[in-house]
């Protein structure tokens, strides 16, 4: 069994697990006495899975054609109904370094009544698209998030019939990421060096201008349908947030998922968006960023070609480069990035599971 197909079965078996954890919670709270709480009238929401009893058991197993969808687990949502709307959150899971996504719904009558209706995730508040209906945006959750839950707050006198806004407590998990120990590397020189050449200062000093005006880009949401895998039989040879131990150093977090492949191999654009970035790079060498809207943007990274240029329109599944090892890279991967409202985020909590279709419905009443 290959690592990640046990990661899967890990990640079943901790989503039960979890769940089964909601469930006493659930019942012991009854029995406690209330506890004073920093936030007393915030409204807890209960973590539910997505994962029902495999339906499928018994039956053969179905062969999927399409290799970039393969590896799809369902993931977790909370519900919540209100007297003028209802809202849904999907995610992977509800975690340190997932993104979850929030799908408001309100009732028709009131739709074209909102006038100043803002959202706040952990005291932010966050773009989001009108669709069909439908108030939509991500919520990211930190690697660093260091609470038991975040925050949502939804504000719209139209809303609520008491309060101006509410407060909904999201719980949120630890997750706990990769350490690896390195004694050598194998790096080129270039990029292990302490001292660095004048020309090489201010290429890096270009490269990181050129990203952080590109990552200005704010457009709204660009995706109609979940996000897909990158390559071809996606197998991962480094996690997200992994930290490398150098000699007893601890190394910087790894920014995003690392996939296996040969030089020249295919790369698609793993959902519809905007190429707002695609050129050689110090670090990354040839880089190139999609932005899907509402400040999501896919970071593809060590690219022996681009195949797109800046301000193409992309749509999810296009041919975008060739896996390469340009930049620092220590050997022929594409490094796949996901920066949500300036935070790193695990890309495989959106390849992995279904956040913009599937379950994430809200049924009206
Ligand atoms: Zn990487």
Redesign the pocket.
Known sequence: MCSFSKNILIFVSLVLFSSSLNFTKEQKKKEEPKKASVFPKLNQVVLNSKSEKKKEEGKPKQVVSEKKTRKRIKGEIVEKQEELFSFSIAGRKFAQGELLFLKIKPLPKILDKLGNFTINWEGQEIPFSQKEGYILTFLPISPEFSKSYGVLELTEKRLFTKNDSKKYEIPVQKTYFATSKVSHLTMDKQYTSDELSEETKAFIKECSDAKAKAFQSKSDLQVESDFEYPVHNPILN?PFYKRRIYNKEKGRP?????FKGGIGDPIYAINDGTVILARPMYYEGNFTVIDHGLELYSLY?HQSEILVKTGDKVKKGDLIGRIGSTGMSTGP?L?LGLRVLGTMIDPLSVVQTDLIEGRNKISRK
């Open positions: 480094s790894h920014g995003g998922s690392d990274m991967h490094h």
